[in-house]
């Protein structure tokens, strides 16, 4: 059975930037470029900067300091990134950017678009530095999910709350909770 014409802005209206949906699309490209940049460009994360802080202080600690500052770089980018992303958000940026979330969904995209152009054989730490750039982009702009605080790029602390809902549910086995998926449960599993 086609859509009809008033149907589709009805669903397009209900896509938001706490929509479930749009959190487990950020949860899956969150996940698959953490993956990419410590399995394909030098192991490093490009979203999970505990990992590189980590990583960091063990090279440091051993001598490495030419890995130290490799797992360096992709941390100062993350905190350029919140900066940014704080900067969109301002309110006198709206006369230029009207519409935040989506002016970030665009850089991402942009961003990625043009890294997929990279060469494999180019240095790894142009990639890692633009994904940790627009990772915390995407951290920074998008931090709800149906009106509780969760992260597209880093599953700890959704983990957390989905155990929490699961436990919640399981122990209290209301109704309600049972006709509603829990969407930090399906955020969590996706990525």
């Given amino acids: 059975m086609p859509i009809l014409k008033n149907e589709r802005k009805i669903l397009l209206r209900n896509f938001t930037s706490e929509s479930v949906e749009l959190g487990i699309l950020l949860a899956i490209v969150g996940g698959f470029l953490d993956a990419y940049t410590f399995v394909g460009r030098g192991g490093v994360f490009a979203n999970a900067q505990t990992g590189n802080v980590v990583l960091m202080g063990i090279e440091a600690a051993t001598g490495e300091w030419r890995q130290a500052v490799l797992h360096a770089v992709p941390i100062l980018a993350f905190i350029v990134g919140v900066v940014v992303a704080e900067m969109i958000k301002k309110p006198s940026m709206r006369l230029f950017i009207p519409d935040s979330e989506r002016a970030v969904l665009i850089l991402e995209i942009a961003v990625l678009f043009i890294i997929g152009f990279i060469p494999y054989t180019s240095p790894n730490i142009i990639v890692t530095v633009a994904v940790s750039f627009v990772s915390s982009v995407q951290v920074s702009s998008f931090r709800k999910l ?33 006709c509603e998926p829990s969407g930090t449960l399906q955020l969590t599993s996706r990525f």
Avoid: D, P
Wanted: aromatic share 12%; glycine share 6%.
């Fill in 146 to 178: 149906v009106g509780s605080i969760y992260s597209t790029t880093m599953i700890t602390g959704n983990l957390r709350a989905a155990t929490q809902e699961a436990y919640i549910f399981f122990t209290k086995k209301t109704m309600s909770r049972l």
